[in-house]
């Protein structure tokens, strides 16, 4: 599975982490890193993750 | 299966109900044309020019391949001992499982005066209409209200380079009502800040000019010259295609902890029309207008309406979301989580001060029951990391609260 984050669309609120803290977290200044080729098992949360983002800016791509 | 409204909460209603193992027909119908998109930006990115109104739909999933959607087409009434809905273009569709998903829709000042110059802001046909007026050179621009939406709108329109732009509220500080003293008298100082001005503590009482709006008269007399006006004074819930049916839809649908209606299985309400108490909390049903609802209570009732069908009462846990959301006022945001409104005769600074960053507290008690964080990107993490706090809080029971 592979994960992209539109960093365009990204506004750092963080829902994501939430959702799926395996995948996505939040440095220090509040900004998101991610994992880009997260293990499959994960696709659920990651799946969450895409619907709680109020940006819309997380797409999986199989 | 039938979902009335095609909106956020109407599509994350058909997706989970296929989550949760539902394979038979889903029709989804809702009145406006496009299919469901997002609104937060309506009244922020997407009104201040940075993202394109195609922007805003929401990326169907691929277990809704094959739901069918009635778009531009109203429920006009529901007949639910029938199994029944009835649609404007004189078509009925039955049902063994109903979602009602309706939304809200703008609240009007019934004030004398022209209407035309007046906005609101809910759907895609009012942001681009409100975008054109904010973009005319020199626009002299009134917001009556100053709730979120409000504030939200005043501050695009600051962005847009707009040099008058003055909010009236009867109440005496922005959003007062939800954050409290505190976060309201902060809030009021950077908008001030960046150019805001606001008329508080008094009411519109009517429209002034021809065809057109070119003023808004206050309680007092006074008047305010404008080009534009935007009412954000609340909203309304949609909920006149269930009437008839006996149902308590005095504010929005009420439900039971497992988003039933009326007492029926087979009828769920979600998203922002639905009135539902909340484990969480004290019990009594509120609605809760906010971004993170619809998902919440598509999953839920999901799960309700699938157990039902598949004849397994009474095996869900009652519904008890921790409320999150957030607001974008022009360099900051409001990042809120838990109920803040149920602590608001308690209110305690946690982190920083009400000139910079800030983080708050609601209490009941000692017991915490909102955070809400005001200023940039780091205040708003920090807010998130008493998110788990919030959740191992126990659940609250305030005496006398009724159901
Ligand atoms: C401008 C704006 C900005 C916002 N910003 C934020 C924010 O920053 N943070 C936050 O947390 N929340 C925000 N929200 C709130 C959030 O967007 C809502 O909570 C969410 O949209 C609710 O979704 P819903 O599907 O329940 O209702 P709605 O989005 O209201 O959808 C209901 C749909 O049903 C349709 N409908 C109504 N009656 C009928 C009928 N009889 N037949 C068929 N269809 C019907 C309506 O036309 C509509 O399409 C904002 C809302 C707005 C309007």
Redesign the interface.
Known sequence: MKVVVDMNKCQDHGQCVFAAPDVFSMDDDGHLLYVSDPDDALRDEVEEAADVCPLQAIRIED | MVVVGASMAGL?AAEQLRAAGWTGAVTVVGDEPHMPY?R??LSKEVLAGK?AFDSLA??P?GSTADVEWRLGTKAVAARLDERAIDLDDGSTLSYDGLVAATGMRPRRLRCPGPQTGRHTVRTLTDARGLRDELTRPGVRVVVVGAGFIGCEVAATAVALGVTEVTVVDPLPLPMVGPLGELLAGALLRRHEERGVRFALGTAVAGFEGGDRVTGVVLGDGTVLPADVVVESVGSVANVEWLDGNGLDVGDGVLTDEWLRVGGRAEVVAVGDVARFPNARYDGVPRRVEH??IP?DTAKHAAKSLAAHLAGREGELAPFAPLP?F?S?QHDFRL?SFGAPVLGIDDVRVLDGDPDGDVLVGYHVGERLVGVVALG???V??KA?RY?AELLKQPALTVQGASK
């Open positions: 994350r997002n937060p930006p993202a929401f990326t999933k971004w993170s998902a999150t957030w974008d990042q940039g990107h780091a708003a993490t998130a998110r």
